[in-house]
């Protein structure tokens, strides 16, 4: 039976990775994938982490299964730091997840559980993963306009068109909360509150992806588009991520959340999303989850993450700058200032695809083929060549 089975494509982002990895040259560069990388360009345990960690060691008794939501104080945490006191615990449903991406995946059998006929609309682009996902879940896509025709900013008037004139009641909008992937380009203030009556005029499901909280401005100021989604949409879903905050990629930290309108509708959604973990994974690992509370439960260990935070946020805003100024000091006949408007982790370059297989074929340098680069992969010692790399290819 498996000789009948083709080769799989590589993943767009992760098969870089294994390019990459292969690559015996010296001076490659990676660019790809969404991983935070410090001046070094090493990815760090951060210091709140490994606190954390040595008290788990000390006073854990059990390895035990967690139940099937997961870990009760995470999932508490969970809860606070996405909504603060803007509502009532009674209205939040929260299970523990592998990660991000298992939020997402939580949060679209859910959808195709209790809401098959939903379609569900992204970004163009989004996240290479999350078409994926709701595929796989068996749930239709659509896409909605987001950037402008010169990739550098946001078309908000083409996306309001196509929310208010394609989409139907019913349907779920995939937003993302901040430190949009792939592009860095957010909602302003005010167009999150457009967003957000559109939303409810329109009877749409809010599904935040909210992976990077921290990395734009800060932890509150991250959630302002989430909660002002709150104000007007009594019901939503979100996907919630510690990887980049916490630095916990391969712990897989991550939750899905449903805000229902009351308690009794929260209780029914939290009884359907334990059905779905139950039939996929039973119940989530521990460990990761038990650092991000053991952290965030003491005051000591959560003003150091704050501060573990802010450092690597403000690492990847100088980088930013610093290939803006490198590029127009060398001569760039484009100007890159655009790039300082985004947030996060990602930036949009508007490279071709042409351009990006040249900067790997002539000078090791990997990105995605959107033109999209992880700015936490450059370092005060690569981005002198990254800069003549990408001088060369525009």
């Known amino acids: 039976m498996f000789e009948s089975i083709s080769q799989a494509p590589p993943d767009a982002i992760l098969g870089l990775t294994e390019s990459f990895n292969a690559d015996p040259s010296p001076s490659k560069i990676s660019l790809a994938v969404g991983v935070y990388k410090d001046a070094m360009g090493q990815t760090p345990v951060l210091q709140c982490v490994k606190e954390a960690e040595r008290r788990l060691i000390v006073s854990e008794k059990t390895k035990t299964y967690l139940g099937i939501e997961g870990l009760p104080d995470y999932r508490n945490h969970v809860r606070e730091l996405l909504f603060g006191n803007s509502i009532e615990k009674e209205r939040v449903a929260v299970v523990q997840t592998p990660g991000g991406t298992g939020g997402v995946r939580v949060a679209a059998d859910f959808i195709a559980g209790q809401f098959p006929a939903a379609t569900v609309w992204v970004s163009s682009p989004t996240w290479e993963n999350h078409i994926n996902i709701f595929m796989a879940a068996g749930l239709q896509t659509h896409t909605y306009r987001y950037l402008d025709a010169a990739k550098t900013g946001l078309d908000f008037n083409s996306m309001m068109d196509d929310l208010a004139n394609k989409s139907k009641p019913g349907d779920v909008v995939l937003l993302h909360a901040c430190c949009h992937n792939p592009t860095g380009v957010d909602p302003t203030a005010e167009q999150w509150e457009t967003i957000a009556k559109l939303l409810a005029e329109k009877r749409l499901l809010p599904l935040i992806d909210f992976a990077y909280q921290g990395f734009g401005v800060g932890i509150d100021e991250d959630a302002f588009g989430l909660r002002c989604v709150l104000k007007y949409c009594n019901e939503l879903l979100v996907a ?24 009794k509708s929260a209780t029914a959604g939290l009884s359907q999303l334990k059905r779905v973990v139950r039939s996929n994974y039973s119940n989530p690992p521990r460990h990761g989850a038990a650092v991000v509370a053991t952290v965030l439960e003491d005051n000591e260990l959560r003003a150091m993450w704050h501060n573990e935070l802010a450092t690597m946020r403000d690492r990847i805003a100088e980088m930013r700058r610093a290939l803006v100024n490198a590029l127009r ?66």
């Open 240 to 263: 919630s991520s510690f990887s980049k905050n916490f630095g916990l990629y391969s712990e897989r930290v991550g939750a899905a959340v449903m805000v229902a309108g009351d308690s």
């Open 329 to 394: 000091d060398g001569g760039a006949k484009r100007d890159f200032g655009f790039l300082l408007g985004q947030s996060g982790m990602f930036s949009y370059t508007g490279l071709s695809p042409m351009q990006v297989d040249r900067l790997r074929s002539e000078s090791h340098v990997y990105i995605v083929g959107s033109g999209r680069i992880n700015v936490a992969g450059i370092t005060p010692s690569n981005l002198p060549s990254l800069t003549n790399a990408l001088l060369g290819v525009l």
